[in-house]
């Protein structure tokens, strides 16, 4: 199957800073990219889908001045938490596309402090 | 607008049962649906979808799926289930078309007895 990298796996951030995340497909062109949050105890919301040369769509209560993305080419896809607090927790999925699927990454698990 | 409906939180059986996980999904049109299986402390990992055609699909691990358009279902099955089958389960749908944007169930929590 298709590979995904995502980093870091983990990181820790002080409540009102920032972290980004970066999402790497291998092997593949991924021609969209999907983040996902996997809250605690909760299943997995959709943030945003960017598309290459395409503007990027949020959904509903996620918005780009919170979570900007960055998706600049096939290949590569990242998105900064901005002003994170005790909400923002949880485990933050890119999900790569590849021939109708998508391919996930490990995860990138946010703790805010 | 779409749903996935996963009825059961947990399931529990011995090792060498069959095992069937229930999947629901609410749309109008003809969905992509798919399952994905994430291990504790693990993201996702891809299992099986349907898209068209046959209507039982077959996946990674042993697993295959029986799209069920009469009652909107997309049940996932393997027997016999194993001790490392234990895990949970998502149920996806994708919208017709191809879009990537996934909706997903609230998961089914697999606990495979040895």
């Known amino acids: 199957g298709a590979l995904v990298y995502q980093y870091p796996r983990r990181t820790i951030c002080k409540s009102g800073t920032s972290m980004r995340m970066e999402c790497q497909a291998v092997?593949?062109?991924?021609?969209?990219v999907a983040w996902y949050r996997q809250s605690p105890q909760k299943t997995f919301e959709l943030i945003a889908l960017?598309?290459?040369?395409?503007?990027?769509?949020?959904e509903q209560n996620f918005t780009q001045e919170k979570f900007p993305i960055s998706h600049p080419n096939l290949s590569f896809s990242s998105m900064t938490v901005l002003n994170a607090y005790l909400e923002d927790r949880g485990l933050y999925l890119c999900?790569?596309?590849?021939?109708?699927?998508?391919?996930f990454g490990a995860g990138t698990r946010l703790s805010v402090l | 607008a779409q749903s996935v409906d996963q009825p059961d939180a947990h399931v529990t059986l011995s090792e060498g049962a069959s095992l069937e996980l229930r999947c629901s999904y609410s749309?109008?049109?003809?969905?992509?649906l798919f399952w994905y299986v994430q291990y504790p402390g693990q993201s996702l990992q891809f299992l099986l979808k349907?898209?068209?055609?046959?209507?039982v699909v077959k996946g990674t691990k042993g697993f295959e799926a029986e799209f069920r358009k009469s009652n909107s279902s997309f049940n996932l099955k393997k027997s016999p289930a194993h001790w490392s089958d234990s895990a949970k389960y998502f149920c996806a749908l994708e919208a017709t078309g191809g879009n990537n944007k996934l909706t997903f169930g609230q998961g089914t929590v697999l606990s495979v007895i040895p």
């Open positions: 749309y109008s049109a003809a969905p992509y």
């Open positions: 349907y898209i068209t055609g046959d209507t």
């Open positions: 960017s598309t290459v040369n395409s503007a990027i769509k949020y």
């Open positions: 999900g790569a596309s590849s021939q109708n699927t998508l391919y």
């Open positions: 092997g593949f062109q991924a021609t969209s």
